[in-house]
């Protein structure tokens, strides 16, 4: 699986069960890089893409991380990926670079050697004034 996870600079996903921040572009890129596959998301992510019209791809399920195959996409706000950890491919880091308020991290340590930077992209967001993706192989 390829995993979609959003984090602002601690690696923090969530504060008080609700997630640090999102951005319209944000999921504008995440429905473009995913159109050719599937997108798996819980129902709590799936209400930020109930605006755009083109998403074929989108899968929701409670149970994603269990059913998403080889080469899925899986965007992952609130659940716990540690037991998944041998399913991951690759992983896509969204940067806010801001600090947030955070009680939920991303724990998977991409600086372990098991993992390798491939690629890195800058853009502007509509409410975050630089956005960074991180792209990770697994080694």
């Known amino acids: 699986m390829i995993l979609i996870v959003a984090v602002d600079d601690r690696n923090g996903m969530t504060f008080n069960h609700r997630r640090q921040s999102q951005d319209k572009r944000l999921r504008e ?8 596959g599937k997108l798996w998301m819980n129902a709590y ?8 019209e083109s998403t074929e791809q989108i899968q929701e ?20 990926i540690e ?3 041998d399913k991951i491919e690759k992983i896509i880091l969204c940067k806010w670079n801001r600090r947030y308020p955070g009680d ?4 998977i340590d ?3 050697g098991s993992w390798k930077l491939k690629g890195v992209e800058e ?3 509509n409410s975050h004034e630089k ?8 080694e």
């Open 45 to 52: 992510s799936h209400k930020q893409f109930v605006d755009f």
């Open 104 to 107: 939920f991290f991303f724990t």
């Open 110 to 112: 991409v600086n372990d």
């Open 83 to 85: 037991n998944f950890r």
């Open 61 to 80: 399920a409670e149970d994603f991380l269990e059913k998403a195959g080889e080469k899925d996409y899986c965007f992952v706000e609130n659940l716990e």
């Open 131 to 138: 956005i960074t993706l991180e792209v990770y192989e697994h």
């Open 123 to 125: 853009f502007s967001g």
């Open 29 to 36: 890129r995440i429905l473009s890089m995913t159109k050719n």
